[in-house]
C-alpha cells in the first residue's frame, strides 16, 4: 500500500500535522476545504494560527494526552463528524491528524447486537 495514494481524493478531508502543529499534509478535500484560507498553501503553517486559543489548547492535549477528540458541527448548512487523533511513527507520536466528514442533517442511527 506504500505507492497507493488513498488519501489524496477520498472525499473527507484529511489534515496531518506534526507535533509542533505544522500542516504537514492536506487531501484534495481538505485543501478544499479551507481554499478561502490558502488551500494547499497552508501546508507548512501551523494549526495555532489558524486556531482560537482554546482550540489549540485542545489540539496541544490530544496530542499530549495521545487521547482522540470527536465531535459534530454544522457550518452554513453543512454538518460534519470532525475526528481528531494523534498519528504515530515508529510507536512514537509524531503529530495529529484531523479527518472531516460531511454528514446529513438527520443521520439514521442503528444499534447493532
Known amino acids: 500500500m506504500k505507492d497507493i495514494n488513498w488519501a489524496t ?4 478531508a484529511i489534515t496531518v500535522s506534526d507535533t509542533a502543529g505544522k500542516i504537514l499534509y492536506m487531501n484534495n478535500k481538505s485543501a478544499s476545504t479551507f481554499s478561502k484560507y490558502g488551500g494547499r498553501g497552508l501546508e507548512g503553517s501551523n494549526l495555532k494560527e ?7 489548547e485542545k489540539i496541544l492535549d490530544i496530542m499530549d494526552s495521545q487521547k482522540s477528540n ?16 494523534p498519528w504515530y511513527e515508529g510507536g512514537i507520536i509524531a503529530g495529529m491528524v484531523e479527518i472531516s466528514i460531511e454528514i446529513p442533517l438527520n443521520m439514521e442511527h442503528f444499534i447493532r447486537g
Not at 481524493?9 to 473527507?12: A, F
Not at 489558524?50 to 489549540?56: A, G, I, L, M, P
Open 9 to 12: 481524493e477520498l472525499g473527507v
Open 50 to 56: 489558524c486556531h482560537k486559543k482554546e482550540s489549540w
Open 70 to 85: 470527536c465531535y459534530t458541527i454544522e457550518k452554513e448548512g453543512i454538518k460534519k463528524l470532525i475526528y481528531q487523533a
